[in-house]
């Protein structure tokens, strides 16, 4: 065997070593390593131990909407599918937004109260009016996150009202040229 076969079988051996988990559990844990940043998951739908969404509102979405919209062929599909996903996403940034909004109020109020009188205008007594103020100013969300989320709702906006056009024309066309082809055959 000369040098380079040996190094060539060499190889072959060590690459059957390395070929990926051999366990039920490591294949498992491994089947995830997409979602570390989304952007090659398989599945809109997240299931962490951090956050659960459920398969089944999912898939009544995608019923619902393939009801609705009538797609025919797997291109028109693809398109309900991504309306679908873009719904899902935009409901997301709606929840991350109330989580966000959630934890500006309770960081608003965790400041000690003041001590309540009987007098109800004391100056250390808070008046109503001015906890609503403070509830008002804390239930938009802020800073970097604020940005953020609405960025991406606008972005989802514009995906989702892209993709119904063009299946709608795709649709349209498609209807448009059935109709000219039931025409022709009806004069022959």
Not at 57 to 77: A, H, N, R, T, W
Not at 86 to 105: D, G
Not at 129 to 158: F, H
Request: aromatic share 6%.
């Amino acid at each position: 065997m000369s040098t380079s076969e040996k190094k060539i079988e060499a190889n072959r051996q060590n690459a059957q070593k390395s070929t990926g988990p051999k366990t039920e559990a490591g294949k498992k844990i491994s089947s995830l390593n997409a979602i570390t940043h989304g952007l090659h998951a398989t599945d809109i739908v997240i299931n962490s131990p951090h956050l659960k969404e459920s398969r089944t509102l999912y898939d009544q979405l995608v019923d619902s909407l393939f009801e609705e919209l009538k797609p025919s062929g797997i291109f028109q599909q693809h398109l309900v599918l991504k309306i679908a996903n873009c719904i899902w996403r935009y409901r997301r940034a709606i929840n991350a937004e109330s989580a966000t909004v959630n934890e500006q109020l309770t960081a608003s109020f965790l400041a000690p109260l003041p001590i309540v009188s009987d007098d109800v205008d004391s100056p250390d007594q808070p008046h109503e009016s001015t906890q609503r103020a403070r509830a008002c100013v804390r239930s938009i969300p802020y800073g970097s996150m604020g940005q953020v989320l609405l960025r991406y709702e606008w972005r989802l906006d514009r995906e989702l009202y892209r993709t119904y056009k063009l299946l709608r024309t795709i649709q349209r066309k498609t209807s448009i040229e059935s109709k000219k082809r039931s025409k022709k055959d009806v004069k022959i």
